[in-house]
């Protein structure tokens, strides 16, 4: 195996997760990183714990993600990025503070609109928690999104939840949070850091 890889597991209407995202598709060229996107949700997360530390009381994260399995189900990983861009995006290419219009962004990234219909449906629900204990099974510890299995060029596989991030880090930082996280998961004893 030649450089590095990411598999990134997200949530789609996690703005935090989105930062990271950009974090990681803007180191991406520079390393370079070979990054490859799915789907978790924080409804399947969530849903047998007695408290709702979403405040999603009518399980509209429910929505978004259901979307976003039907895209990666039908369409693969690389069209489930193309989505994701466009539902943290405007037209114009303005980021978001918060997802747009399942719809748009189905038509914006190329796809059939009628996947919009998957929100309101289960027939996706069996795909999404597949790919979401694909990702979120490897990692021994309550966590939320993202979560990234990161491959170094030896092959050598290492999952970690995170990092989260408050805003997109500047091109110069993201490098040296790229090199951080590389050095981190590069050692065998490294289990977690928080903040």
């Known amino acids: 195996m030649t450089g590095w890889s990411v598999d990134l597991w997200f949530d789609p209407a996690c703005p935090l997760t989105r930062h990271t995202e950009r974090w990681i598709a803007r180191v991406a060229p520079q390393v370079p990183l070979r990054v490859r996107m799915h789907v978790m949700s924080l409804s399947v997360l969530n849903e047998h714990r007695d408290d709702d530390p979403e405040g999603d009381p009518h399980g509209y994260l429910w929505i978004p993600a259901r979307v976003a399995a039907a895209v990666q189900t039908e369409h693969g990983h690389a069209a489930l990025a193309v989505f994701y861009d466009m539902l943290w995006t405007e037209p114009d290419g303005a980021e978001r503070e918060w997802i747009g219009d399942l719809g748009e962004a189905l038509h914006r990234a190329g796809l059939p609109t009628a996947l919009a219909e998957a929100g309101t449906s289960t027939d996706y629900d069996q795909a999404l928690r597949a790919s979401h204990h694909a990702g979120v099974d490897r990692i021994e510890a309550e966590i939320g999104t993202p979560v990234l299995v990161v491959t170094t060029p030896g092959g050598v596989e290492r999952a970690v939840f995170g990092p989260v991030l ?22 065998p004893a490294f289990r977690e850091l928080k903040a």
């Open 166 to 187: 408050q805003q997109v880090p500047p091109s110069g930082d993201s490098l040296q949070l790229w090199d951080a996280l590389t050095r981190l998961v590069s050692v």
